[in-house]
């Protein structure tokens, strides 16, 4: 079982940076990890996914370039650092973890999720 805790969310401009952290508990360091979106009256869809070693990354093309994804197994901690943010950005960020294999970008493939950190970017 692994528990999972985002925080880092807030109001920026647009333009501005964020950085999200999601802490877990469990077994962190073997499980991929996927940060996914949720707009009002929108489907939930990916941006950003890491694999347990930290060596691999998987970017939505929405955000690529702006957002990098990162790990940290000895905190059991992985980041969601957004620059340049868009007004298009805002939602209520998740942080997921599973044993995905390689189809890290679908959410079905997670079995854990966070509760959410809500990012807000006015223009």
């Known amino acids: 079982q692994v528990q999972l805790v985002e925080s880092g969310g807030g109001l920026v401009q647009a333009g501005d940076s964020l950085k999200l952290s999601c802490a877990a508990s469990?077994?962190?360091?073997?499980?991929?990890m996927g940060w996914f979106r949720q707009a009002p009256q929108k489907e939930r869809e990916f941006v950003a996914a890491?694999?347990?070693?930290?060596?691999?990354?998987y970017y939505a093309d929405s955000v690529k370039g702006r957002f990098t994804v990162a790990r940290d197994n000895a905190k059991n901690t992985v980041y969601l650092q957004m620059n340049s943010l868009k007004p298009e950005d805002a939602a209520v960020y998740y942080c997921?973890?599973?044993?995905?294999?390689?189809?890290?970008?679908?959410?079905?493939?997670?079995?854990?999720w966070g509760q959410g950190t809500q990012v807000t970017v006015f223009s």
């Open positions: 890491v694999n347990w070693s930290g060596g691999n990354t």
């Open positions: 997921a973890a599973g044993n995905t294999g390689n189809d890290m970008l679908r959410s079905s493939a997670y079995a854990y």
């Open positions: 469990g077994p962190f360091s073997r499980s991929a």
